[in-house]
């Protein structure tokens, strides 16, 4: 499951694929509805492979829940999260039996087998193990740009100040 560029949104519904970083912040295109939308700096966004959630062990990563789904849905569907809540939470517990059922609320229930679903629709979901190593990968990649970009905008700004006229002091 390749999830390292999917990005989850506060305010906006549904996923989104990192498209292109920006000096600004970045554009992303709906899993949705396939329209690209500007994130600037000061939006709330995760990444998916950084999302965990609570059992009374650990933090269970979502790329490992999600491929527990997969697993027991054969890579299709799983269930509406417009369910009862009574039906989610016995589903939920059967893809993670020790959810921590004190801090994990059935709106993250919701939100995960939405997602889920979001992400089968696409063809993102299998059964496989999740690639740690690439993870680690677009990360750094991602730390990388963001050095260069920093790097190139102190060199602009000391160009326009080298070429800036210098501005003398007159006394009166």
Excluded: C, H
Excluded at 8 to 29: D, H, M, N, V, W
Excluded at 108 to 137: F, H, M
Aim: aromatic residues 6%; charged residues 35%; hydrophobic residues 40%.
């Amino acid at each position: 499951m390749n999830v390292e560029k999917i990005l989850a949104i506060a305010g906006k519904p549904g996923l989104f694929e990192l498209k292109l970083q920006t000096r600004s912040g970045f554009l992303a295109e709906s899993l949705l509805d396939g329209k690209k939308i500007t994130v600037g700096m000061r939006s709330n966004v995760s990444l998916l492979s950084e999302i965990s959630m609570y059992t009374y062990s650990e933090e269970k990563p979502l790329v490992e829940i999600m491929r527990a789904i997969a697993v027991k849905e054969n890579e299709g569907p799983t269930i509406s999260s417009k369910e009862d809540n009574a039906k989610l939470t016995a589903y939920f517990k059967e893809i993670l039996p020790d959810y921590d059922e004190d801090r994990v609320y059935v709106s993250d229930i919701k939100k995960v087998l939405n997602w889920y679903n979001i992400l089968q629709a696409k063809g993102l979901v299998s059964k496989e193990e999740p690639k740690v190593a690439n993870a680690e990968a677009v990360k750094e990649e991602v730390v990388e740009k963001v050095k260069k970009e920093a790097k190139a905008d102190k060199a602009e700004k000391a160009e326009k100040a080298e070429k800036a006229p210098a501005k003398t002091k007159t006394k009166k």
